[in-house]
């Protein structure tokens, strides 16, 4: 089940599973960054890419907050929350 969270920066971020990895999003279930499979994903919307919990944690430590990209972030948010059926 989809699950909508924040980044330590802002970022928003959705954890998703297997089904709406491979049913819904039509993708392998792997990492962008590492290439390893995963049963769980974080979706980095500001990035469209999607990382294992090790790549994102590195992400969540490392990024930093670009007021310039939540523009992007969000017409990123607004396809994948109707494909996804996130209620916010
Ligand atoms: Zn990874």
């Not at 959705?14 to 392998?28: A, D, N, P, R, S």
């Not at 430590?61 to 109707?82: I, T």
Request: proline share 0%; charged share 25%; aromatic share 16%.
């Amino acid at each position: 089940m989809a699950n909508l969270f924040k980044s330590k920066v802002g970022w928003k971020i959705i954890k998703v599973g297997l089904f709406e990895m491979k049913v819904i999003i039509q993708g392998f279930g792997i990492c962008d960054y590492c290439n390893k499979s995963m049963e769980e994903g974080n979706l980095i919307l500001v990035l469209n890419q999607i990382y294992c919990d090790s790549c994102y944690n590195r992400f969540d430590n490392d990024s930093r907050y670009y007021a310039e990209d939540v523009s992007y972030e969000n017409k990123v948010f607004e396809y994948y929350k109707s494909i996804l059926k996130i209620v916010v």
